[in-house]
């Protein structure tokens, strides 16, 4: 079939602003990804065209844009995912909420430090085992935040979120889910602290809890719920 | 052009598995910083799914020596004994530093490291399957990747996150850093270091049909070759049996460890005639030569180029009950074991692999070359091991060789923690003796020239033409089985796009900023390189051993190849020797190799 196609383009070096770019692709299979579409439009017809991809596959988090309105990871969208007629038309922009560099890729950094900032990292309650092996932890215990171990900090979240558009000052839905990651693990020691930094001005509170985070998740985490178990610590003072 | 100079003990080049393990340790020690062209979590390690090799025994009776022989046995003997020895003993360490670092492994009842089957791995008195792979669900890549994240967030290691590297500085034949582009503004950096280590992943982009993420285009190898320094088994190039049909992502042998099986177009469960006694579960490079057997014998499934490897419960039950085994699966349980394979199977081809079969084909995966090194992570100049003062490899890019002619599945994995560290502490110990060397004068002259003669190129040819051309003749005549002729028209092809590309490229973008375009093409330049090593060493090797199988020598070859290939750059042309000897201090002497 034959594919319309209207990106989003911005050149810092070139132009003053940003402009939408037409394409238009034949011999496309209804189970082509979107992102071999891009590809297509760089490589055979405009090799200015700029976006980030690696793993192709959903897993790496690098191709975060909006398909006709929505976040998606362009390499998980088949086109028969999107309805279109013979001639209809993909529209692709960056993600909202983050400074566009060109095209469709956009600024990372700002995301990345929200991610930073709330201690991201184990902080083990216990000290080592004695036995020279690993801790122990149960599979219930283990099941608690499996869901949020599976963020691959792609920022659809975190970039669908009207509290984050109207402040980037707000940590974001991606940040908050991998806190919980660390809150909820029984061999952790810095609740706590994490709870304090989530209560603070820019965290939780912000979460007007308007879901647009959860069905962005590439990953299908539940954010929103994530966020709701947050939230729910920080009044019980604690996991 | 402006040139902003860094300095720094040690500089990492790549941030998956290998690089931060490495750099974790390196930064205790030295001032260390780390240069990747994707953010560290973008890094192919993320998408390791079935496990981590280490002998645990968590679950079943199980000992280090067992791993090290099967990883042998595994490389068709043409692993270094003495690596799988170091990988075999510290992977059971490694596992546990993973654990203690954060990482949520799946737990036994009793809380311990949950562990499975995993092909080539087992018993070695009843040659039965062990339980020795270590996984997070069928994301165990993802999990390790986001721990040493996390480690290095909080041990404040130094990034420099989309930094391409594109030349090593050496002044005297003394390594003395690198240079990087910094996508984003496309100025040139020079990181002057006391050591450099390269960790930047496999290069499956040049076949057609891989698991490899578009970024595994092998720049690592391709910068080291160009310094004048040789590669080692850059024939043995790994392709994994279940790559999901027509994508060729990945589909983890872990589908199999849960008890799925494959079945040809008759209904067979074809492996029982090509592996009697561990059937699907045979080492990578035997069942991908039986699935393309199966293919070329008519029984693909509807007379295509797939097979299915079915893992619905009921047949799953009904081969465990054959075998006399207690166990048995359900859906849940399926799902719970392979949520993302479930993911991908749905996303990709809108079917639920409870409820129907997967359609799968061999898919270009892993790199058991690479850059030689010994057994502390330090580049070799020669077979007869010398080595390169302050240059340092781990990960998929090095050689060690840790699994010879073909890896065993999850032993990756184990490779990036145990010489990682073994990178990490090398570079550390070396940066506290060692001195700067100086910076050769104008030490980005060369290679910026070069870049900016490829971003004016204006001849006809886009990359993508050359790209797709080379990775079609790869995997017509490089893939699972060679022969002469092929491998000459694969050369002959190779080289005419190597002179297209010097003379008739053309770049669009002329820009400074995120020049993707650019960068592509600078990557085709290296996977070029690489095609044309890989063909020709292929040639020189007239056997067949693990990945390498040549229709024209169809038997393994002791007297004469029992020895690893080096290839040495020579005055522009590729020379090969095969001078550097395999390790035999385990004792084990080569075997016909039966499953
Ligand atoms: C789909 C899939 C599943 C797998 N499953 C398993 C498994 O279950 N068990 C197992 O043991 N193994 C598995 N493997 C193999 C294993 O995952 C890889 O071999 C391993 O992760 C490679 O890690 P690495 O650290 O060497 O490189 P990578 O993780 O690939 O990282 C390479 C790094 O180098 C950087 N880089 C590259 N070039 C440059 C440059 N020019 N300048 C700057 N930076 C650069 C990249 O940005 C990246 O950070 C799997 C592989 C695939 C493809
Ligand atoms: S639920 Fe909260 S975090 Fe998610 S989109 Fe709404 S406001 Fe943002
Ligand atoms: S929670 Fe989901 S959408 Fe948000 S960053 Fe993680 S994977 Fe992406
Ligand atoms: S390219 Fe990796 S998630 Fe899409």
Same mark, same amino acid.
Request: aromatic fraction near 8%; proline fraction near 5%; hydrophobic fraction near 35%.
């Given at each position: 079939?034959? %594919?319309?196609?209207?990106?989003?383009r911005?050149n810092?070096?070139v132009?003053?602003k940003p402009?939408?770019?037409e394409?238009?692709?034949d011999?496309v299979e209804p189970?082509?990804r %979107?992102?071999?579409?891009?590809h297509?439009?760089?490589w055979?017809?405009d090799g200015?065209?700029t976006?980030r991809?690696?793993?192709?596959h959903g897993?790496?988090?690098?191709?975060?844009?909006?398909i006709?309105?929505v976040?998606?990871?362009a390499c998980?969208?088949?086109v028969?995912s999107l309805?279109?007629?013979d001639?209809?038309?993909i529209?692709?922009? +960056?993600?909202?909420?983050l400074?566009?560099?060109?095209d469709l890729?956009?600024?990372?950094?700002?995301?990345?430090d929200?991610?930073r900032?709330?201690?991201p990292?184990f902080?083990p309650?216990?000290?080592l085992?004695g036995?020279g092996?690993?801790?122990?932890?149960?599979p219930?215990d283990?099941?608690?935040?499996?869901d949020?171990?599976k963020?691959?900090l792609c920022?659809?979240?975190?970039?669908?979120?009207?509290?984050?558009?109207?402040?980037?000052?707000?940590v974001?839905?991606a940040a908050i889910?991998n806190?919980?990651?660390?809150?909820?693990d029984?061999?952790?020691?810095?609740?706590?602290?994490r709870?304090n930094?989530l209560?603070?001005e820019s965290?939780v509170w912000r979460?007007?809890t308007?879901f647009?985070?959860?069905?962005?998740?590439p990953r299908e985490?539940?954010v929103t719920r994530?966020?709701?178990? %947050?939230k729910?610590a920080?009044?019980r003072?604690g996991? | 052009?402006?040139?902003q100079?860094?300095? *720094?003990d040690v500089?990492?080049v790549g941030?998956g598995g290998a690089?931060?393990m490495?750099?974790l340790?390196?930064?205790?020690?030295?001032?260390?910083?780390?240069?990747s062209?994707?953010?560290?979590?973008?890094?192919?390690?993320g998408?390791a799914?079935?496990?981590?090799?280490?002998a645990l025994?968590?679950?079943?009776e199980d000992?280090?020596?067992?791993?090290a022989?099967?990883t042998?046995?595994?490389g068709d003997?043409?692993?270094?004994?003495?690596a799988?020895?170091?990988?075999?003993r510290e992977?059971i360490d490694?596992?546990?530093e993973?654990e203690?670092?954060?990482l949520?492994f799946d737990r036994n009842?009793?809380g311990t490291?949950s562990? #499975?089957r995993?092909g080539?791995?087992?018993?070695?008195?009843t040659?039965k399957p062990?339980?020795?792979?270590?996984?997070?669900?069928?994301?165990?890549?993802?999990m390790?990747?986001?721990?040493l &994240?996390?480690?290095c967030?909080?041990?404040?290691?130094?990034?420099?996150?989309?930094?391409?590297?594109i030349?090593?500085i050496?002044n005297?034949?003394?390594v003395?850093?690198i240079?990087?582009?910094c996508?984003?503004?496309?100025?040139?950096h020079?990181?002057?270091?006391?050591a450099?280590c390269f960790?930047?992943?496999?290069?499956?982009r040049i076949w057609?049909t891989t698991s490899?993420?578009?970024?595994?285009t092998?720049?690592g190898?391709?910068?080291v070759?160009?310094?004048?320094l040789?590669?080692?088994d850059?024939?043995f190039?790994?392709?994994?049996p279940?790559?999901l049909y027509?994508v060729g992502l990945?589909?983890?042998?872990?589908?199999?460890?849960e008890?799925g099986v494959?079945?040809?177009?008759?209904g067979e469960?074809?492996?029982e005639?090509?592996a009697?006694?561990i059937?699907?579960l045979?080492?990578?490079?035997v069942v991908?030569?039986?699935i393309?057997l199966?293919?070329q014998a008519g029984?693909?499934?509807?007379?295509k180029?797939y097979?299915?490897?079915?893992?619905?419960?009921?047949?799953?039950?009904?081969?465990?009950?054959?075998a006399?085994?207690d #166990?048995?699966?359900?859906?849940? &349980?399926?799902?719970?074991k392979?949520?993302?394979?479930?993911d *991908?199977?749905?996303t990709y081809?809108?079917?639920d +692999?409870?409820?129907?079969p997967?359609p799968?084909?061999?898919?270009a995966?892993y790199g058991?070359g690479g850059?030689p090194?010994?057994?502390h992570?330090?580049? @070799?100049?020669?077979?007869?091991?010398?080595?390169?003062?302050g240059?340092y490899?781990?990960g998929?890019?090095?050689c060690?060789?840790?699994?010879?002619?073909?890896?065993?599945?999850t032993?990756s994995l184990?490779?990036?923690?145990?010489f990682?560290?073994?990178?990490g502490?090398a570079?550390?110990d &070396?940066?506290r003796q060692a001195d700067?060397v100086p910076?050769?004068?104008?030490p980005?002259g060369?290679?910026?020239?070069e870049i900016e003669g @490829?971003r004016?190129?204006s001849?006809?040819?886009?990359?993508?033409?050359?790209?797709?051309?080379?990775?079609?003749?790869m995997?017509?005549?490089?893939?699972?089985?060679?022969e002469a002729?092929g491998?000459?028209?694969?050369l002959d092809?190779?080289?005419?796009?190597?002179?297209?590309y010097q003379?008739?490229?053309v770049?669009e973008?002329?820009?400074? #900023?995120?020049?993707?375009? @650019?960068?592509?093409?600078?990557?085709?330049g290296?996977?070029?390189?690489?095609?044309?090593?890989?063909?020709v060493?292929a040639?020189?090797?007239k056997?067949?051993r693990?990945g390498?199988s040549r229709?024209d020598?169809?038997k393994?070859?002791d007297?004469?190849?029992l020895?690893?290939?080096?290839?040495y +750059?020579?005055k522009g042309?590729?020379?090969?020797?095969?001078?550097?000897p395999?390790?035999?201090?385990l004792? &084990?002497q080569?075997?016909?190799?039966?499953?």
């Amino acid at each position: 079939m034959k %594919v319309k196609f209207r990106i989003r383009r911005f050149n810092p070096e070139v132009d003053k602003k940003p402009y939408w770019g037409e394409y238009t692709l034949d011999n496309v299979e209804p189970t082509d990804r %979107v992102l071999e579409l891009l590809h297509r439009v760089k490589w055979e017809q405009d090799g200015t065209l700029t976006l980030r991809r690696s793993c192709a596959h959903g897993v790496c988090g690098s191709d975060a844009v909006r398909i006709n309105g929505v976040n998606k990871l362009a390499c998980k969208v088949l086109v028969k995912s999107l309805n279109l007629k013979d001639g209809g038309q993909i529209q692709v922009e +960056p993600i909202l909420g983050l400074p566009v560099v060109k095209d469709l890729v956009v600024d990372f950094e700002p995301f990345f430090d929200h991610y930073r900032s709330v201690m991201p990292y184990f902080v083990p309650a216990t000290p080592l085992p004695g036995d020279g092996r690993e801790r122990r932890q149960s599979p219930e215990d283990r099941a608690r935040f499996d869901d949020t171990t599976k963020c691959i900090l792609c920022a659809c979240c975190t970039t669908s979120c009207p509290s984050f558009w109207a402040s980037g000052q707000y940590v974001g839905p991606a940040a908050i889910v991998n806190a919980h990651r660390f809150i909820f693990d029984t061999r952790d020691g810095a609740t706590q602290e994490r709870l304090n930094i989530l209560s603070e001005e820019s965290g939780v509170w912000r979460c007007r809890t308007i879901f647009n985070c959860t069905p962005a998740c590439p990953r299908e985490i539940e954010v929103t719920r994530a966020i709701g178990e %947050v939230k729910l610590a920080i009044q019980r003072g604690g996991r | 052009m402006d040139v902003q100079t860094h300095q *720094f003990d040690v500089v990492v080049v790549g941030a998956g598995g290998a690089g931060m393990m490495a750099a974790l340790y390196a930064s205790r020690g030295a001032k260390t910083a780390v240069i990747s062209k994707l953010y560290p979590t973008r890094s192919h390690t993320g998408t390791a799914q079935g496990g981590i090799g280490a002998a645990l025994a968590n679950l079943d009776e199980d000992h280090w020596e067992w791993h090290a022989f099967d990883t042998v046995k595994g490389g068709d003997y043409l692993t270094d004994q003495n690596a799988a020895e170091t990988l075999a003993r510290e992977a059971i360490d490694a596992v546990i530093e993973l654990e203690l670092m954060g990482l949520p492994f799946d737990r036994n009842p009793d809380g311990t490291i949950s562990q #499975r089957r995993f092909g080539g791995h087992t018993n070695n008195q009843t040659k039965k399957p062990v339980r020795r792979a270590c996984h997070a669900a069928d994301r165990t890549g993802h999990m390790i990747l986001q721990t040493l &994240y996390q480690n290095c967030i909080k041990e404040k290691v130094t990034f420099f996150d989309e930094y391409h590297a594109i030349d090593i500085i050496t002044n005297d034949g003394k390594v003395c850093g690198i240079v990087a582009v910094c996508i984003d503004t496309g100025e040139i950096h020079v990181f002057h270091a006391k050591a450099v280590c390269f960790a930047t992943g496999g290069w499956g982009r040049i076949w057609e049909t891989t698991s490899n993420a578009h970024s595994l285009t092998g720049d690592g190898p391709a910068l080291v070759w160009r310094a004048g320094l040789p590669l080692q088994d850059m024939e043995f190039f790994q392709f994994h049996p279940t790559g999901l049909y027509p994508v060729g992502l990945l589909i983890t042998e872990a589908v199999r460890g849960e008890g799925g099986v494959l079945i040809n177009d008759k209904g067979e469960r074809f492996m029982e005639r090509y592996a009697p006694t561990i059937k699907d579960l045979a080492s990578r490079d035997v069942v991908a030569r039986s699935i393309y057997l199966e293919v070329q014998a008519g029984r693909g499934i509807g007379g295509k180029r797939y097979v299915h490897l079915d893992v619905r419960p009921e047949t799953v039950n009904r081969y465990l009950a054959e075998a006399g085994e207690d #166990r048995r699966v359900d859906a849940d &349980y399926i799902l719970s074991k392979l949520p993302d394979i479930t993911d *991908f199977c749905h996303t990709y081809l809108g079917i639920d +692999p409870t409820k129907s079969p997967i359609p799968i084909q061999p898919t270009a995966h892993y790199g058991m070359g690479g850059i030689p090194t010994n057994l502390h992570a330090e580049v @070799l100049n020669s077979g007869t091991g010398t080595v390169v003062p302050g240059l340092y490899a781990a990960g998929e890019v090095a050689c060690v060789s840790v699994h010879g002619a073909n890896r065993l599945g999850t032993n990756s994995l184990t490779d990036l923690i145990v010489f990682g560290r073994k990178a990490g502490k090398a570079m550390a110990d &070396y940066a506290r003796q060692a001195d700067f060397v100086p910076l050769p004068a104008n030490p980005a002259g060369k290679i910026v020239a070069e870049i900016e003669g @490829l971003r004016k190129s204006s001849g006809k040819t886009k990359p993508y033409v050359l790209r797709q051309e080379m990775q079609k003749v790869m995997m017509d005549h490089v893939s699972v089985f060679r022969e002469a002729p092929g491998l000459q028209k694969a050369l002959d092809t190779v080289r005419e796009l190597k002179s297209r590309y010097q003379n008739d490229l053309v770049i669009e973008d002329r820009g400074m #900023r995120f020049n993707t375009d @650019l960068l592509e093409a600078w990557e085709l330049g290296c996977m070029l390189d690489l095609a044309e090593i890989t063909t020709v060493s292929a040639m020189e090797r007239k056997e067949s051993r693990g990945g390498h199988s040549r229709e024209d020598y169809p038997k393994r070859d002791d007297v004469n190849y029992l020895v690893h290939t080096m290839a040495y +750059p020579e005055k522009g042309q590729i020379r090969i020797a095969h001078d550097r000897p395999v390790d035999l201090s385990l004792g &084990y002497q080569p075997a016909e190799r039966v499953y």
